[in-house]
Nanobody, 127 residues
Framework: QVQTAESGGASAQAGGSLRLSCAVSGYSFSSTSCMGWFRQAPGKEREGVATIYIHHGATYYADSVKGRFTISRDTADNMVYLQMNNLKPEDTAMYYC???????????????????WGQGTQVSVSS
């Protein structure tokens, strides 16, 4: 059974930084694996923030976080990270780690393309 577990969510000031971690179990970091970070603010749809294609490390970002967020992976430890810099109040949301297979899932960054989800970790940014 595939499980993902997020950690690292916290409260931060605008301009600050946070690093989210995702521990993955029961999931093969194979050549077709895609991992992603999504977020959902109250009253809004869940949006794809960043994805990474495990095999060659290609990354894909939402325009709203480009240049500020960095997704990375550690295949030895089955971990995925989201480094968030220059945080803004609009980054406030529940952040979820998701997993699935296929390059298209990474490129599209759509919720419906991902089968495996964690419980989420809360990020709150104040101005």
């Amino acid at each position: 059974q595939v499980q993902t577990a997020e950690s690292g969510g916290a409260s931060a000031q605008a301009g600050g930084s946070l690093r989210l971690s995702c521990a993955v179990s029961g999931y093969s970091f194979s050549s077709t694996s895609c991992m992603g970070w999504f977020r959902q603010a109250p009253g809004k749809e869940r949006e794809g923030v960043a994805t990474i294609y495990i095999h060659h490390g290609a990354t894909y970002y939402a325009d709203s976080v480009k240049g500020r967020f960095t997704i990375s992976r550690d295949t030895a430890d089955n971990m995925v990270y989201l480094q968030m810099n220059n945080l803004k109040p609009e980054d406030t949301a529940m952040y979820y780690c998701a997993a699935d297979y296929g390059l298209s899932a990474c490129v599209r960054r759509l919720r419906e393309d991902f089968s495996y989800w964690g419980q989420g970790t809360q990020v709150s940014v104040s101005s």
